[in-house]
């Protein structure tokens, strides 16, 4: 090892980090500290949600003595290799910010910093950004396996041995990839690969988990396949893997046996292999990869000129100052890689959706006609909140969106009023598509009646404005222009607000409906017209909906104008 | 053409500006200097419309900024010591941005984006994005951007930052030539040998007061004391001490 590579050295170059986090906490305003405490409460909730999962299903499996043993092993293989695989592609891509793209980065390399003690400062950054969200998901999925474990402690214990270095192999391995990349191609062409390549990553994920059609273990008739699916789990994974040691070692303790010492020998030795090897592959790189970090891409034609005259030729219609926004947010969206993952998932998203709802009612054997509109009518609430979430990334972050430059439209004539409008009706025609789409779609496929199907199209119309009005509204109540990639805004704690405004408002609207979609399918289940005071109590509760929508849209556009305009940049 | 009256600008107990009047007439150029921190970029952001003054009023070519902001922001043209722009749009593409936020239809002004471009050398590279862009040519673009809408006044933050030799003597060209018919540019800048040539008058800034205000000459009686600005200046901000330790070292 590099006398370089020391603790003292490493901690020197983290030091300003932990300054920074220190000084944001002293010097944190009030909303900071509520916008935290709302964020640890909903963390929290989550996580108290992730443990009752696995709880659950843990003391489900132990009714099955047979299954419990193999299940449980499989069971925590999967958490292993879900850490370990997230691990390293949210390294590969965090190592490339803190590694090759940080803005403080120029000081230290040009400065006599040595390289080693560089590389590990950096390592111990990027294994902290890349492995925050996957630990704290960690703590309450192992504590529902130590407390249904033989001995809580014991396991707890395990995990403190056998998960980290699980983590700092990731690290490691994920940085050497990233440092081979850059090594070979510019920056920006691996920043933009790498995040078409976690996009498509999980979207294959989640076809490949869909694929699998777990809503056949519903059904009797599939019960053959189900014990071959069982037969699956007793199946071993690679043992070349280092999950798989990590896995070895916690059901050990699961099991209340003595912890075998091998896989984490190997856990260990492999961990402190991979930091050397880094460090040495840092040596031969570092310099490479960064010198390319600084070059521009070459300079190439704005874009295809074909899509450029389209767009200049569907804008036309409109009025200069919209026409003009407008366009300028389809060409960034559509030049935007990072763009393009999000819509990815989202088609994903899309198809996957639409797909469970072909898929069950083939197995409904106990559809009845209240079921069915039941579940149309749920489906209002979940299309709601499908829009919501695709409404969070896209909408919520339109305002945010104009970055740093958003200077130019504050030294403009251009009034923060029309700014919001012009993003309200750019962002209302694609998601009114959509919710179309998914509501028609999957009522079609429930086989709803017309009234479910027409009142759900109607509804979804109105919650569609309110969604978009509350999307922009917020957006720019809780601004962030600086961000690395757009991603960032909506998982900001803005955007977890609007994802609980959002939700709330979608609730509401289904409640409001709730009691008139009843009158009316019960008439109809009858044969009977509806009564005068039923007809009475549908029109105040859509007329409700109606004012209800009204004002979701324009008290926070009015908000989020009032925080825009009184903003200092 | 730009009033600035008992401008004030309070973070917290932390007074930025205090109490800044001045009067920038038609065909002025006017210098704003003053040390690191002394309060020149608040005001230029206050004058911008990106910072609310705690209390004071701001009159662009007639137009009360708080009261008529559309008309004020339309008579103003703005240059940021940092270029942050739209990094995918082509410089082209941000030209007709620019013009369509104005108010104008883009085709009507082709013509005029491709003399400004022109103008700042970079008509062979108004195709490409942003992004691959330099410090410098962003620089120039803003610049260009910022004469589009043929602004009265037009306020300028270190308009030299970034700047070769060739865009630094192209930018003074453009300035005084904008100011001889009839506007006005209101420029802060530390490169104290531009504004000693450039500016009709100079307004000097010091912990967010304004210390001095007139011609080279004016400027000059006041520190009583001959030489070249940057002396004066010195003298004026309580700076001397700092230029001879930087020369004793």
Not at chain 1, 148 to 167: D, I, K
Not at chain 1, 518 to 523: G, K, Q, T, V, W
Request: net charge positive.
């Amino acid at each position: 090892m590099n006398l370089e590579f020391t603790p003292a050295s490493i901690g020197a170059l983290l030091d300003p980090y932990l300054r920074g986090i220190r000084n944001r906490r002293r010097h944190a305003e009030r909303g900071d500290r509520l916008r935290a405490l709302l964020f640890a409460s909903v963390a929290f909730l989550f996580a108290l949600f992730v443990f009752a999962g696995f709880y659950r299903v843990l003391l489900y499996i132990g009714q099955f003595d047979e299954f419990t043993a193999p299940l449980t092993h499989r069971m925590l293989d999967t958490v292993s290799t879900f850490v370990l695989t997230v691990l390293l592609a949210s390294t590969v891509v965090t190592a490339l910010a803190t590694q090759y793209l940080s803005d403080d980065l120029s000081l230290l390399v040009s400065s006599p910093v040595p390289l080693p003690a560089l590389y590990g400062a950096r390592l111990v950054l990027t294994l902290l950004q890349s492995s925050w969200m996957v630990v704290l998901f960690s703590v309450p999925v192992y504590a529902a396996f130590a407390v249904t474990a033989a001995s809580p402690l014991g396991f707890l214990l395990a995990v403190a041995l056998a998960f980290p270095p699980l983590v700092l192999i990731a690290t490691c391995i994920g940085s050497m990839v990233t440092a081979a990349l850059m090594s070979a191609f510019p920056a920006r062409r691996v920043r933009e690969m790498l995040l078409l390549l976690s996009a498509l990553f999980v979207v294959l994920l989640v076809f490949l988990i869909r694929m699998q059609q777990p809503e056949k273990l519903l059904n009797p008739r599939s019960i053959y396949d189900v014990t071959e699916f069982f037969a699956t789990f007793s199946a071993p994974s690679s043992p070349f893997l280092p999950s798989a040691w990590t896995t070895s070692v916690l059901v050990a303790a699961r099991n209340g046996e003595s912890l075998p010492a091998m896989p984490l020998a190997l856990l260990w030795s492999t961990g402190a292999a991979l930091v050397v090897l880094g460090c040495w592959m840092a040596r031969a790189l570092y310099g490479v990869g960064y010198s390319r970090a600084q070059e521009s891409r070459p300079a190439r034609l704005s874009s295809l000129p074909l899509v450029d005259r389209f767009l200049e030729t569907v804008t036309r219609p409109f009025e200069p100052r919209f026409r003009s926004l407008l366009l300028k947010d389809l060409r960034t969206f559509l030049r935007d890689t990072t763009q393009w993952s999000q819509l990815l998932l989202l088609v994903a998203l899309v198809v996957v959706y639409l797909y469970n709802f072909s898929v069950l009612p083939s197995n409904f054997t106990f559809a009845t006609f209240f079921l069915q509109n039941m579940f149309s009518f749920l489906n209002l609430g979940l299309a709601g909140f499908v829009l919501a979430a695709v409404a969070v990334r896209f909408v919520f972050t339109s305002v945010s969106s104009e970055g740093r430059a958003f200077w130019i439209l504050r030294s403009s004539p251009l009034t923060m009023e029309k700014l919001l409008w012009s993003k309200f009706w750019a962002a209302l025609p694609p998601l009114l598509l959509l919710s179309q789409v998914l509501t028609i779609a999957s009522n079609h496929f429930l086989g709803a009646t017309t009234f479910m199907t027409v009142l759900s199209s109607v509804t979804i119309l109105f919650v569609t404005f309110g969604i978009v009005g509350l999307g922009v509204g917020m957006g720019a109540a809780f601004p962030k222009f600086k961000f690395e990639n757009v991603t960032q805004i909506a998982g900001s704690s803005g955007g977890l607000l609007y994802m609980i405004a959002a939700s709330s408002f979608v609730a509401a609207v289904m409640f409001l409906e709730a009691v008139p979609a009843y009158l009316i399918l019960s008439a109809d289940y009858r044969g009977m017209p509806l009564t005068s005071r039923a007809v009475a109590a549908s029109v105040f509760s859509l007329g409700a909906v109606v004012v209800l929508n009204l004002l979701t849209v324009v008290l926070p556009m009015r908000w989020g104008r009032s925080k825009l305009e009184a903003m200092e940049i | 053409m730009l009033r600035l009256e008992s401008l004030t600008k309070r973070y917290g107990a932390h007074e930025a500006v205090r109490n800044l009047s001045l009067h920038v007439r038609a065909g002025e150029l006017f210098g704003f200097l003053g040390p690191n921190g002394a309060g020149k970029t608040t005001t230029i952001k206050m004058i911008a419309g990106l910072l609310r003054p705690t209390s004071g009023r701001i009159e662009i070519a007639g137009h009360d900024l708080a009261l008529h902001p559309v008309e004020a922001k339309g008579a103003l043209g703005f240059i940021p010591d940092r270029p942050f722009l739209y990094e995918k749009l082509s410089a082209l593409e941000f030209m007709r941005f620019v013009a369509g936020i104005y108010g104008f239809d883009s085709g009507i002004l082709n013509g005029r984006i491709d003399e400004l471009l022109d103008l700042v050398e970079l008509h062979t590279a108004r195709g490409e994005l942003i992004e691959s862009f330099s410090h410098g040519m962003k620089q120039r673009l803003v610049i260009a951007s910022a004469f589009l809408h043929q602004p009265k006044v037009m306020v300028v933050d270190e308009p030299m930052v970034g700047l070769d030799p060739k865009g630094a003597r192209l930018i003074k060209r453009v300035f005084r030539e904008f100011c001889d018919s009839g506007h006005s540019v209101f420029v802060s800048t530390h490169t104290l040998e531009v504004a000693q040539e450039l500016c009709d008058r100079i307004g000097i800034i010091l912990r967010g007061e304004l210390v001095a205000l007139g011609t080279m000459s004016d400027l000059k009686s006041k520190a009583q004391m001959e030489g070249d600005l940057e002396e004066v200046f010195l003298k004026l901000t309580g700076g001397e001490g700092f230029k001879e330790s930087e020369v004793a070292s």
